[in-house]
């Protein structure tokens, strides 16, 4: 069964510092998200991105924040200079056409010392 | 009127037993609503999702009750087994908008 998935599954990195996520949506789908979950709480959306444009982005994705699809297959998203406040477990989905689901990656822990 | 509210936090049963876990929501506007299943270590997994048009799902052991006035609704989920042990999201969504609105989580423990 396809899958997304996700790299690195963990990242620590120093505050300030610059992070790309990446993540490779299931082969067929057109719309991409990117959500997080700080440690024991609830799961957070960050932006949705169809047709190589956000569609929609919280007030969490701010200047800091970017997502590109760089070719046919990859989605990232960037973190230009990390806050310790941004540690956190970020998701990546996908969802197909027509198709409600969304599937979700197996995230990347992210740890801003 | 984002929100999407869970309770329990946290929910043990014994095998066999029947967990519900509850979610209210404000905003009329959602039009779609998934339960998603988390292991640890792991991302959350679609495991039954209901429109408001009708009031209950059900596929396997997992049912969704919907009261639409009350706005509300909730998971069962029936012959619990200790591999449904796990943190359970409700979350609603617009179909327009397309982002997911989670519930804060019930984690569930199913001794045996």
């Known amino acids: 069964e396809p899958e997304v998935t996700q790299t690195p599954s963990h990242q620590v990195t120093q505050m300030g510092q610059e992070v790309i996520l990446r993540c490779v949506p299931i082969?067929?789908?057109?719309?991409f998200y990117w959500y997080r979950q700080i440690l024991g709480q609830k799961v957070e959306f960050l932006v949705s991105?169809?047709?190589?444009?956000?569609?929609?982005k919280s007030e969490i994705f701010d200047d800091q924040f970017s997502v590109e699809r760089p070719d046919g297959s990859n989605f990232t998203l960037k973190i230009r200079s990390t806050k310790l406040e941004d540690s956190a477990m970020y998701f990546c989905?996908?969802?197909?056409?027509?198709?409600?689901?969304?599937?979700f990656g197996p995230g990347t822990r992210l740890l801003v010392l | 009127q984002q929100q999407v509210k869970q309770s329990p936090q946290s929910l043990i049963v014994q095998k066999g037993g029947i967990p519900i876990i509850n979610c209210a929501y404000e905003n009329t506007a959602f039009d779609y609503f998934p339960w998603y299943q988390q292991f640890p270590g792991k991302g959350p997994a679609l495991l039954i999702a209901i429109r408001p048009d009708v009031s209950e799902k059900k596929e396997g052991r997992f049912t969704i009750s919907f009261n639409k006035s009350a706005k509300q609704f909730s998971l069962h989920i029936m012959d619990s087994q200790p591999g449904d042990s796990a943190t359970y999201f409700c979350a609603a969504s617009i179909s327009n908008t397309d982002k997911l609105i989670f519930g804060t989580g019930t984690r569930l423990q199913v001794f045996p």
């Open positions: 991105f169809y047709n190589n444009e956000i569609s929609e």
């Open positions: 082969s067929n789908h057109l719309y």
């Open positions: 989905a996908s969802r197909g056409p027509g198709r409600e689901t969304q599937y």
